[in-house]
Nanobody
Framework: AQLIESGGRLVQAGDSLRLSCGGV????????MGWFRQAPGKEREFVAG????????RYGDSGRGRFAISRDLVKGTVYLQMNNLRPEDTAVYYC?????????????????WGLGTQVTVSS
């Protein structure tokens, strides 16, 4: 089973971007899912997470108020809508999934991870 992210690209400051993540070889519809990011020279940080029902969503400080996470329970996919992007949002964005919602908030100790998609925001 694998998670695959898509949607990352080069954008300008102030632009919006939507990332998508889906599973291959496994349906993640019953898993909590989330997004993390890692910029060069920095540690991986939590961006957003959503529980398996799609009812509860939480955000890290970096994206709160600008980013929105959502999911399609049927498809088992998760999305990250990013608005008003800033150069400091430049990073590789990773999708993660775990049966335990709490794992998303424990330093990223999730069972499944994608390979990441690059988001670059130019000033």
């Amino acid at each position: 089973a694998q998670l695959i992210e898509s949607g990352g690209r080069l954008v300008q400051a102030g632009d919006s971007l939507r990332l998508s993540c889906g599973g291959v070889g496994h349906t993640f519809g019953t898993y909590a899912m989330g997004w993390f990011r890692q910029a060069p020279g920095k540690e991986r940080e939590f961006v957003a997470g959503v529980n398996r029902d799609g009812v509860d969503a939480r955000y890290g400080d970096s994206g709160r108020g600008r980013f929105a996470i959502s999911r399609d329970l049927v498809k088992g996919t998760v999305y990250l809508q990013m608005n008003n992007l800033r150069p400091e949002d430049t990073a590789v964005y990773y999708c993660a999934a775990d049966a335990d919602y709490g794992k998303l908030f424990l330093g990223g100790a999730c069972e499944y991870w994608g390979l990441g998609t690059q988001v670059t925001v130019s000033s």
